[in-house]
Each structure stands twice: as C-alpha cells, then as structure tokens.
C-alpha cells in the first residue's frame, strides 16, 4: 500500500467528504418523505394485517367456497406454518420504504404542517381499525353523507389504496387456488414440478392477473371499499389537513413514490408468497 504523506491522503479525503456533506441533507430528506408516505398510505399496518401469523390463512380461507373450507384444515394449517417462513413484517415494509425513498431524492422533506396532517390521519385509520361494527359503520355512514370535496376527492386519487388492496386480494386469490388443490387431494400437479418450473408457474399466474368471473367481481368490490373506507377517513380530516397533504402529494416526486411504493409492494409480497406456496408444496406428504 502506498505511504502518502497525511497532507496527501486529506487532500485524496476532502472530495469524498465533502460530497458525503452534501448528499446528507438529500438523502435525509428522502427518507423523510418515504416514511411519511409509508405512514400515510398505512402501508406497515396493511402488511402486517394480511401477511402476519394467521393473517394469510384466514385471508385465504375467505375466498374458499364452502364445500373447500370444510375441507381445507389442514392444508390452512400448513400454509400458516409456510407462510410465518417466508413473510416477513419488517424485512418487507424496509425494502418498500428503501424504493419509495431513492423515488423521492431531490423532493423536499415534508414540513411540520404535513407531518402532523398524516400522523391526525394515521391515528384516525387505526382508531377506525379498533372499532367494532357498530362502530365502523355509524362513522361510515357520517362521514359518507357528507357533501362531495373535489380536494379530498383528488387527494385520494393520488393515494395507492386500491390498487395495494389490489396485490393482497391477487396474493390471497393465488395461496387459496393451491390450498384448494391440496384439499381436494389434487397436489400432484405441483408436487411434481421441479422448483424452476413452478416458480415460473406461479410469476405465470401473478402476470396473467384475474381473469374468471366472481374473483375479478369480487376485486372489483374490494377496491372499491377500499376506496369508500379512505374516503370516510379523508372526510374526517379538517380542511387545513387536507390542504397540507393534497400540496405534498401533488409535488413533482410525488408520482414517482407513488409508483414505486405500489411496484415494491407487489414485489415484496409476490416473493414471499411465491416462497410459501413453494414451501407448502414441498412440505406436502405425496400421496
């Protein structure tokens, strides 16, 4: 290794520390801006209530037909077990925020008014989440009668509700069509596919979308809930809030956020289920 005298080697230095100077402030504020998407969005809470411990079996027990749930036990039980191996709450939501902030570099970081507006809307989406029936619905109802805003009607054009909800419900369609298969006593097409081969079969499925009848009636209805739900949420902001959230999501790198939060999120969860399904498969006795 050379032996460059120290005036030399702070001379070699000073570039690099200096350039590490000025990009501090930009990548700061990057991360700002991605937590504060992530916060807003709920995308750590919407993760975690499909893709928890018990989350992904109960999710895919939901689009069983009857006949399938009464015989699908244990299949959902080792879909659970596979599942609670290959999702991962916190590894998933950092790569996503990871995306969403190299979108964001050279977007100025949210300010004051801003943070408080998501973290009132933040509190509101999990009050909201901790309410019974009863009560979800007498605030839905509220907050719905309320006149159209064309503000809160842009806002929320501008957020990815529907289309995540979009990635669970197409994550849940595909985990239930193999739990239903290994039900049904139908696992040799699977368990005799080579890893390469159902690998693809599965980003095969997840690229062809939903294209029967009553799963793609039944996304229909789920994004448009989703929507409804946001909706209420946003009428029970103040005006001033809204003014504040509408401006920083109409910021030129807002665009580019949103559409790496929506693509890192579908990446996360196709990986980990594809993991799962493969993991399912493979622990399933061959008959």
Sequence with gaps: MPAFPVSTRHFLLAPVLLLSLLLAPALASSQDRAQALMQFEGVQARYKGAYAPGAVSRDARQLLEPPDQAIAGKALQALDAAAARSFDVSASVAAVQQEVAAAGRGGAAPGPQVQ????????????????????????????????????????LERMAVADTREVDFSSQLLLSSVVKQLARGNAGQFTSLPDRTLDMAVDTLWSRGITSPRPRNLLTVAREFEKQVTQALLAALPDADIAALLAWRNDPQAAAEREALVGA????????????????????PRS
């Design 116 to 155: 408080a507006a998501v973290a009132r809307f933040s509190k509101l989406r999990a009050d909201y989440a901790a309410m019974d029936d009863a009560g979800k619905l007498e605030f839905f109802n509220r907050e719905r009668a309320k006149p159209a805003d064309p503000a809160r009607t842009e806002l």
């Design 265 to 284: 999120y579908r990446a996360e969860v196709k990986a980990s289920g594809a993991v799962a399904i493969r993991t399912l498969v493979r622990g399933w």
